[in-house]
């Protein structure tokens, strides 16, 4: 029988080889992308978000550790189809649950740098383009 441990490796080693939504959305109407300075990890959510403020599509894109970007598409899984009010409402620390083992300080980094960067992206619609 596996151990908590080695469940919760082959979790996240799903969810980086086999990731939810990651990609562009076509569509989006809120978007956000940030990135680690301490380990160049950069992590970019694109949402659609419905008249009342539900999350009806989300997706991802970065590039990064198992860490950074197996968080994100759990991040994702957990929060598709919310409203913006769980989103403000999911912690950090709720964060660091989702993901499950525990991590060093600088890894926690890793970990919570997707939900930071959807913590931005609800607050930050998509413009439109202006030619020059």
């Known amino acids: 029988m596996p151990s908590d441990e080695e469940l919760y490796q082959e979790h996240i080693l799903d969810h980086y080889e086999d990731p939810f939504h990651r990609g562009s959305l076509a569509g989006a109407t809120h ?13 970019r959510i694109e949402l659609k978000l419905d008249a009342d403020g539900k999350i009806i599509d989300a997706y991802f894109s970065g590039e990064g550790c198992v860490i950074s970007q197996a968080s ?7 929060l598709q189809g919310k409203s913006v009010d769980e989103v403000k ?8 649950e989702l993901y499950g083992p525990r991590l060093t300080p600088n890894r926690q980094k890793c970990c919570l740098l997707s939900w930071k960067v959807l913590q931005s992206a609800v607050h930050s619609p998509v413009g439109v383009s202006r030619k020059l």
């Not at 994100?72 to 957990?78: D, F, G, N, P, T």
């Not at 409402?89 to 660091?96: C, H, I, Y």
Request: aromatic share 4%; charged share 30%.
């Open 89 to 96: 409402q999911f912690s950090a620390e709720d964060m660091l």
């Open 31 to 43: 978007a956000h992308e940030d990135k680690n300075p301490l380990c160049g990890d950069v992590v």
């Open 72 to 78: 994100a598409s759990m991040l994702l899984e957990k």
